[in-house]
């Protein structure tokens, strides 16, 4: 077996199977899970006609690249949401099935380890971070650098802080924007400082911005595409990834897309070739109708505001937590519990029968410090009664451990 597969570590979901072994939860409360950021709105009729009316197209092989339609639909989308200029729907923009495969797949066309003989090529990642950044690093022979978010910073990263000779190493640089856990979104001037650094060490850029379209302002999140354009510069060394998973409930469908540097899509659209990586004709085509349609983008964000709106003051109460800028996680901290991230996600499981993820499960030790460490991440994805009950019982748990 290959070596490398001995460096990956657990998900963070097995860690938290492990954490409640032997944990009977009190039977007096009906499960409620806020744990898993798979989201749980209903997926709009319309999607789910468009798969069905199409199941014809599964006498054909599809081709890697996608469909011509899926691709312009794609780059029209791109081009109305961040205000780009027109998109080459043939070399800019690639389907792909859903962002994570993607993700840990770019890696492996990505990584030259020949290119950095003896120190090692290095995979830089946002820590805490989506454990899909590491794994893809280790597989493609590399390894990951943790750079800590920065609660101060609005968890953005210092990444004025990394010494110059680690940045010599790092060939690929993962980001996400808005961030899994904290909701951080990235600003104009953390992008060209990024953009500056990429130029300067010759590392891609791969922006994860699946919780895109999950925002609480009235403006939203600046992608990485946008950044490049607004500050006049080319997309070279530069793609995104993005998903219909989150904005618009179908995460069974398996959907997304890379775009950007079209020199780099092209080696991975050969990668992908020989990887097996083409979709489901049916698949793009409720893809074609997902893309086409924001209304149900605005209902289902429209629903994720009074979600959060209506959940967080109530958890402010007992925990250090705000409203983030982007996504459908709050990133408490429970310092002020007495409890640390386990023993809190623990004993809420085992009393009143909440989940809940521990931060430090979403981080590693880097630099002196786990960045996850006496934070939790609640995923509110159900509807708001149920998110409503599982805020209320956290509340009356955080008030017995005060009494």
Same mark, same amino acid.
């Given at each position: 077996m290959n070596p490398l597969l001995d460096k990956l570590h657990p998900y963070p979901f097995e860690k938290l199977r492990q954490l409640f072994a032997g944990v009977t939860p009190n039977a007096d409360y009906r499960p409620i899970s806020l744990g898993i950021g798979e989201p749980k709105h209903p997926t709009p009729?319309?999607?789910? $006609?468009?798969?069905?009316?199409?199941?014809? +197209?599964?006498?054909?092989?599809?081709?890697?690249? +996608?469909?011509e339609a899926l691709r312009g639909t794609i780059a029209a989308w791109l081009e109305r949401r961040y205000h780009l200029p027109p998109l080459d729907p043939a070399t800019q923009v690639l389907p792909v099935n859903g962002?994570?495969?993607?993700?840990?797949?770019?890696?492996?066309?990505?990584?030259?380890p020949a290119r950095t003989p003896g120190a090692g090529a290095l995979v830089m990642c946002p820590n805490p971070f989506y454990q899909i950044y590491e794994g893809a690093a280790y597989l493609a022979g590399a390894e990951?650098?943790?750079v800590n978010s920065d609660p101060a910073r609005n968890f953005g990263c210092d990444y004025d802080s990394v010494p110059a000779e680690v940045w010599q190493r790092v060939q690929l640089l993962y980001l996400c924007s808005p961030g899994n856990p904290t909701g951080a979104v990235l600003s104009l001037t953390?992008? $060209?400082?990024?953009?500056?650094?990429s130029e300067r060490h010759g590392f891609?850029?791969?922006?994860? $911005?699946?919780?895109? $379209?999950?925002? /609480? +302002?009235?403006?939203?999140?600046?992608?990485a595409l946008q950044a490049a354009h607004t500050l006049g510069l080319s997309y070279d060394r530069l793609v995104v990834f993005s998903s219909l998973s989150k904005r618009s409930n179908v995460p069974g469908l398996r959907s997304g897309f890379v775009a950007g540097d079209a020199a780099v899509l092209k080696k991975f659209l050969l990668y992908r070739t020989y990887h097996g990586g083409a979709m489901s004709p049916p698949v793009q085509a409720a893809s074609v109708a997902a893309w086409n349609d924001e209304r149900h983008v605005e209902e289902n964000r429209?629903?994720?505001?009074?979600?959060?709106?209506?959940?967080?003051?109530?958890?402010?109460?007992?925990?250090d937590v705000a409203l983030p800028d982007a996504g459908f996680y709050l990133w408490a901290d429970v310092t002020r519990t007495g409890l640390s991230d386990t023993e809190f996600a623990r004993r809420l499981y085992a009393e009143y029968n909440v989940t809940v993820l521990p931060g430090?499960?979403?981080?590693?030790?880097? /630099? +002196?410090?786990?960045?996850g460490r006496n934070r939790i991440r609640m995923a509110l994805v159900a509807e708001t009664a149920e998110g409503l009950e599982?805020?209320?019982?956290?509340?009356?748990?955080?008030?017995?451990?005060t009494q």
């Open positions: 009729p319309f999607i789910c $006609e468009a798969l069905s009316a199409n199941l014809a +197209g599964l006498a054909a092989y599809p081709a890697t690249a +996608g469909s962002s994570r495969e993607a993700l840990f797949a770019f890696a492996q066309a990505v990584i030259d990951p650098y943790y953390e992008w $060209e400082n990024l953009f500056a650094l891609i850029i791969a922006s994860d $911005e699946c919780y895109s $379209e999950i925002y /609480h +302002g009235a403006e939203p999140p600046l992608g429209a629903q994720y505001r009074a979600k959060f709106d209506a959940i967080t003051p109530l958890l402010a109460e007992v925990l430090s499960y979403l981080a590693r030790d880097a /630099h +002196g410090t786990n960045p599982a805020a209320q019982r956290i509340v009356q748990f955080c008030n017995t451990l």
